[in-house]
């Protein structure tokens, strides 16, 4: 089992930078030390991934920066991508997994990925930050999975299960499975639902409930 990441690591993220050395320093990615994006991205512009004006629009400087491999093996093209305003637009990221798949880039030279292995990392003007991947059989029909946060939000399940799932994977063999677990939205249901069953058996040895007003207490008889 992954061990936990900590709430004051995840609430230090304030933007690209400080994300980065969250990935290097919490989840032991292979970045250098205190990395910033210049020193480990590079651009793909609107043109190279085919977007249209409307999605282009919604991005910071109307690019996408990915995330240089860290492995020679490595599975998974990573993305980071900053919106504009406030919101995550699901109908641009979807436009990016459509310019980064093989069948629809301008360039045969420019690599491709399979589209269950993009790993989409999403900032906005409001430091809100979410990590998407696409999840179906077909890049045309896949469904996005997510989960994120904001400066208000809780994010207890973020930290003990989302983000630890995201470690470097010691067997790089299982990198592809071990990420994807991440966006397991049934066990993250499970366990939620596990923590309201444990919490109502404990109150029930533990807590006196007040009767309603007028009705005897069934035990005296």
């Given at each position: 089992?992954?061990?936990?990441?900590?709430?004051?690591?995840?609430?230090?993220?304030?933007?690209?930078?400080?994300?980065?050395?969250?990935?290097?320093?919490?989840?032991?990615?292979?970045?250098?030390?205190?990395?910033?994006?210049?020193?480990?991205?590079?651009?793909?512009?609107?043109?190279?991934?085919?977007?249209?004006?409307?999605?282009?629009?919604?991005?910071?400087?109307?690019?996408?920066?990915?995330?240089?491999?860290?492995?020679?093996?490595?599975?998974?093209?990573?993305?980071?991508v900053e919106?504009?305003?406030?919101?995550?637009?699901?109908?641009?990221?979807r436009q990016?997994?459509?310019?980064?798949?093989?069948?629809?880039?301008?360039?045969?030279?420019?690599?491709?990925?399979?589209?269950?292995?993009?790993?989409?990392?999403?900032?906005?003007?409001?430091?809100?930050?979410?990590?998407?991947?696409?999840?179906?059989?077909?890049?045309?029909?896949?469904?996005?999975?997510?989960?994120?946060?904001?400066?208000?939000?809780?994010?207890?399940?973020?930290?003990?299960?989302?983000?630890p799932a995201?470690?470097?994977?010691?067997?790089?063999?299982?990198?592809?499975?071990?990420?994807?677990?991440?966006?397991?939205?049934?066990?993250?249901?499970?366990?939620?639902?596990?923590?309201?069953?444990?919490?109502?058996?404990?109150?029930?040895?533990?807590?006196?409930?007040?009767?309603?007003?007028?009705?005897?207490?069934?035990?005296?008889?």
């Amino acid at each position: 089992m992954n061990k936990s990441v900590t709430e004051h690591a995840v609430r230090s993220i304030r933007d690209r930078q400080t994300l980065l050395q969250f990935l290097e320093r919490d989840l032991g990615w292979q970045l250098p030390p205190d990395p910033t994006p210049d020193e480990v991205t590079f651009d793909w512009t609107a043109d190279e991934l085919r977007l249209s004006d409307p999605a282009r629009q919604k991005l910071a400087g109307g690019t996408v920066k990915q995330l240089r491999p860290m492995h020679d093996k490595q599975p998974w093209g990573i993305f980071l991508v900053e919106f504009a305003d406030g919101r995550v637009y699901q109908t641009a990221l979807r436009q990016i997994l459509r310019g980064l798949v093989p069948k629809r880039r301008r360039d045969s030279n420019l690599p491709a990925w399979r589209h269950e292995n993009l790993l989409f990392i999403c900032s906005t003007k409001n430091q809100e930050f979410s990590f998407a991947h696409f999840r179906g059989e077909k890049p045309e029909r896949a469904k996005i999975v997510r989960f994120s946060w904001s400066p208000d939000e809780p994010i207890r399940t973020l930290c003990e299960f989302n983000l630890p799932a995201l470690r470097m994977p010691d067997d790089t063999s299982r990198w592809t499975e071990e990420w994807q677990k991440a966006f397991d939205v049934e066990k993250v249901t499970k366990q939620f639902y596990q923590e309201i069953a444990n919490w109502y058996f404990w109150a029930c040895e533990h807590v006196v409930f007040p009767m309603p007003k007028g009705e005897k207490n069934r035990d005296a008889y």
